[in-house]
């Protein structure tokens, strides 16, 4: 019964950031038997974990991508939000977020995920 829609600009210029939002309904982000993550997909490139944020409000992060990435949640709203500063061209990819059992998620054969946004870097 969940669903997760990611929602936010699908055109970023080079060095800004890059702002999505994850709506989330059928489900709270405040259940703390689920992590939930943001995942993306460059073209032609295998699924990267970016991060998550636990039902009690715990964040991880990639360490590739901590030092860009935030992550933070707006319970009343039952939404979750990624911020990735400076992005580059490299960027450019698909973005879900996913609902799992699991922190760091493997595919979409587990989880609930969303349809996917994709998000161009490009001036």
């Known amino acids: 019964q969940v669903q997760l829609q990611e929602s936010g600009p699908g055109l970023v210029n080079p060095s800004e950031t890059l702002s999505l939002t994850c709506i989330v309904s059928g489900g709270s982000i405040s259940d703390d038997y689920y992590y939930w993550s943001w995942i993306r997909q460059p073209p032609g490139k295998d699924l990267e974990w970016m991060g998550a944020i636990t039902g009690s409000g715990s964040i991880y992060y990639s360490p590739s991508l901590k030092s860009r990435t935030s992550i933070s949640r707006d319970t009343s709203k039952n939404q979750f939000t990624l911020h990735l500063r400076s992005v580059t061209p490299e960027d450019t990819a698909v973005y879900y977020c996913?609902?799992?059992?699991?922190?760091?998620?493997?595919?979409?054969?587990?989880?609930?995920w969303g349809q996917g946004t994709q998000v161009t870097v490009s001036a």
């Open positions: 996913v609902r799992d059992q699991n922190m760091v998620v493997s595919g979409k054969n587990s989880g609930s």
